[in-house]
């Protein structure tokens, strides 16, 4: 059963290798669904991030929703200022992010087919859990929710805009973020969340929800072919 999967496996990298290399990638399929209301679908995914469920909470324990506030919006100005501490390395999310930079060992990760990124063997130095840290964008909910808590709308602007330059500086099957199906899904689980607290939020056009939801479409057929059976150390 491993050899039929890891056989597998090897046939589909080398398909994705013949996508890749005459630039015919998935653009993803909605599969029926209009990307207009993708916010109110994450939504009904994402416990917590409904009105009504956070009027009750704020009805209920006023004291925790205020501190509760406090701290995201806290959060979310640390992150708007570029201080996003992770890993014990504090990366800058002020402008515009290097995704294939780590300021940490000062190198560039190769923008190249995923399959031939040297993920453990770029240098004694170099550790790809700090750029694959910054690829999960898990700071991207803190942004959010601070949104959603506060209302401020700079903070769902950056959140917006750190998704949309992500998508254009990562095409499907290229770089570093599409080496491990761990860092598509947790990169996956951030954006429904963070969509789901912007529900609501007008300023996400058509065009900037197409462009997310046809990404999202990409990272659900990456999992579908590339599911960790038999994969070492794990």
């Known amino acids: 059963d491993e050899l039929w999967v890891r056989?597998?496996?090897?046939m589909r990298r080398r398909f994705e290798r013949r996508l890749y290399e005459r630039r015919l990638t998935s653009r993803g399929t909605s599969r029926g669904?209009?990307?207009?209301d993708l916010p109110a679908r994450a939504?009904?995914?994402v416990p917590g991030t409904q009105r009504d469920n956070l009027a009750r909470l704020r009805e209920s324990q006023p004291e925790f929703y205020a501190r509760l506030e406090t701290e995201t919006i806290e959060r979310a100005e640390s992150i708007l200022d570029g201080r996003w501490n992770s890993l014990g390395?504090?990366?800058d999310l002020s402008g515009g992010v290097d995704w294939h930079f780590d300021p940490r060992s000062d190198y560039r990760w190769p923008g190249c087919f995923y399959a031939d990124v040297p993920v453990y063997d770029a240098g004694e130095r170099i550790d790809v859990k700090y750029v694959w840290e910054l690829g999960r964008q898990q700071y991207l909910f803190s942004l959010a929710s601070a949104w959603l808590l506060g209302g401020r709308s700079d903070f769902a602007a950056h959140a917006r805009s750190v998704m949309l330059t992500w998508i254009?500086?990562?095409p499907l099957y290229e770089g570093?973020?599409?080496t491990s199906a761990l860092e598509v899904a947790v990169r996956s689980i951030s954006w429904i969340w963070s969509l789901a607290a912007l529900e609501g939020w007008d300023d996400l056009d058509a065009?900037?929800?197409?462009?997310?939801?046809?990404s999202l479409a990409q990272h659900a057929e990456y999992?579908?072919?590339?599911?960790?059976f038999y994969s070492s150390p794990y």
């Open 7 to 10: 056989s597998r496996n090897l």
């Open 33 to 36: 669904n209009s990307s207009g």
């Open 43 to 45: 939504a009904r995914l």
């Open 89 to 91: 390395h504090v990366f």
């Open 168 to 170: 254009t500086k990562n």
């Open 176 to 178: 570093v973020h599409w």
């Open 207 to 214: 065009d900037d929800l197409e462009r997310i939801q046809g």
């Open 223 to 228: 999992l579908e072919h590339h599911l960790s």
